[in-house]
């Protein structure tokens, strides 16, 4: 025991010693001393709040979860709405016109027709279908061949279909207005109306998983400002300490950001192997699913840059909570309390 | 270093009114000295350091320290205040989920001390309060006097301008009580201005040195200076 060893050597008639000396050499290293030390503070802080995560592993493991779930919600939902989009992008191609002739008009005069407007600038192709054409496809697709029979002659109109270069809206109804101004054409379809309501649905299915992904996003922010809360109130003797011996609102609040920010961060992580779980999951039926519709189509996945900023977000939604805990709760700890 | 100007502390009490832990208290502590501090227990010792400390506020009157009046410190400034000041706490204030080392490095550590210096500065403490193998313990392992010395290490690491020891030999023996002391008086040698608040009449009656007396919150005696020099 060194009880009796070095007595403190007294510096007689020196200043208190913490002063630094004067000169620019000195204050300059004071300032690199000081970054240094706030550096040290930083990682220190985060390491820290890493080990006392791994210190509770089931607490932990249960607040990542819930992040996790809370964010992996919105963002599968996300992925599947893209693919609904990207799976009907080439489906505007398709739109045509149904040009419907009068009953009486001969399949001559049908070809002279589809002849005319396959010619027109606005047109990419026509494809014709004779009464008879449409009779065999109908009698094959509705197995109401008995019926059809019995009937004293073909109740099918001759049939154009018009493919138009241009395929949005307004084009789409200016042609069929003077498709249907000739004398020959009873009745013109445009078939783009379902596209159209396919389109407002992804739209309004956007909006709802926006609208989601918020809520989601507040609740994963007031998850950490609990769990923060809790490890505050866990921790108010040692932050009462730190105060005590001079520590500034700084140094206290760091290693309590740097826990939610790893909360939120791993939680976010968590949510990207969820979602990636979850394709994959779905993956071959979708495979299937197409193969049947003779599409080349394969499931789009979230993308490694989703992959990157879905946990950084979350981790910046931690921090976010962390803070608002901290500067909730973290004055009501002062030493006079003690 | 430290001066009062009629300060008094009126703690609330839940239910109403209050309860006068300081009255009208000046008094002036220059840099270079030791002061003991004494008084019934409930006089308003503890009380006066935690003033001092910022850790409570005083209901009326001035504290100077160092030349700055506390009342125009803002909370920002509040740490600042307290690196000058190393205390002493009754009751020890120590972190008992780190190591003894750790305790006593924290206000090295906070007000960022180069990491190559705090190692030597942190022994050197130990060293001082006789602890020196004990740097590795957490302090749930050590006695109350123990304890009490990792306190005091912890105090005088940073070597403040200031020193406030509240019971610092409370739980040591009198050998040991007598290291402490001399280590408190080798810091007002080199100008540091200590103030040591004590039930202890035997180590006061010990030392030459000035002392005051509270009773009831009221400044009665100054031994070795006049009360009201300032
Ligand atoms: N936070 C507080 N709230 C209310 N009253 C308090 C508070 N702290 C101290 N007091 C009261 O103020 C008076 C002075 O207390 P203080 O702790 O300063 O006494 P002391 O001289 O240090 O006593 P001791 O020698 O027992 O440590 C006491 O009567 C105490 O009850
Ligand atoms: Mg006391």
Known sequence: ?338 | MIQLDRVSKRYPIPGGGGKDALRQVSLHLPAGELTFLTGHSGAGKSTLLKLIMMIERPTAGEIIVDGLPLNRIGSGGIPLLRRKIGMVHQNHQLLFDRSVYDNVALPLIIAGFPRADIGKRVRAALDKVGLLDKEKLNPVMLSGGEQQRIGIARAVVNKPPLLLADEPTGNLDPALSAEIMDLFQDFARVGVAVLIATHDLSLIARYQHRLLSLREGRLIADRGEDIHGA
């Open chain 1, 1 to 338: 025991m060194a009880r009796n060893a070095t007595p403190l050597k007294p510096r007689r008639q020196a200043p208190p010693p913490p002063k630094p000396r004067a000169g620019a050499r000195a204050a300059r290293s004071a300032w690199h001393h000081r970054f240094e030390a706030w550096r040290l503070h930083h990682r220190d802080s985060a390491v820290d709040a890493l080990r006392r995560m791994r210190a509770t592993p089931t607490a932990t493991a249960m607040t990542v979860l819930v992040i996790a779930i809370a964010l992996a919600l919105p963002a599968g939902i996300t992925v599947l709405l893209e693919n609904a989009r990207a799976a009907t992008q080439g489906w505007d191609g398709n739109a045509h016109l149904s040009v419907f002739l009068k009953r009486d008009i001969d399949s001559s005069r049908q070809q002279a027709l589809a002849g005319a407007w396959g010619a027109r600038a606005d047109v990419e192709r026509v494809q014709v279908v004779t009464r008879e054409q449409a009779l065999a496809e109908f009698r094959e697709l509705s197995g109401f061949g008995e019926v059809l029979d019995a009937l004293p002659d073909n109740p099918l109109p001759p049939l154009v279909m018009v493919f138009p270069r241009d395929t949005t809206p307004g084009a789409l109804e200016t042609l069929q207005k003077q498709l249907g101004e000739a004398r020959e054409v009873d009745l013109v379809q445009l078939d783009v109306q379902w596209v159209k309501r396919l389109h407002a649905m992804l739209e309004l299915a956007g909006r709802i998983v926006g609208a989601l992904t918020l809520a989601l996003a507040l609740a994963v922010v007031l998850v950490v400002v609990n769990t923060i809360r809790l490890a505050i109130e866990s921790r108010r003797e040692e932050i009462v300490v730190v105060k005590i011996v001079g520590g500034t609102d700084g140094f206290v609040r760091r290693p309590f950001l740097y826990t939610g920010f790893w909360y939120g961060l791993a939680g976010g992580l968590v949510a990207v192997l969820l979602v990636q779980i979850a394709l994959l999951w779905i993956g071959s039926p979708v495979d299937q699913l197409t193969a049947l519709y003779e599409s080349e189509y394969s499931l789009i996945g979230m993308g490694w840059i989703n992959a990157v900023v879905l946990p950084l977000f979350a981790g910046l939604l931690g921090l976010m909570g962390a803070w608002l805990a901290v500067s909730r709760h973290l004055q009501d700890v002062d030493p006079h309390l003690l």
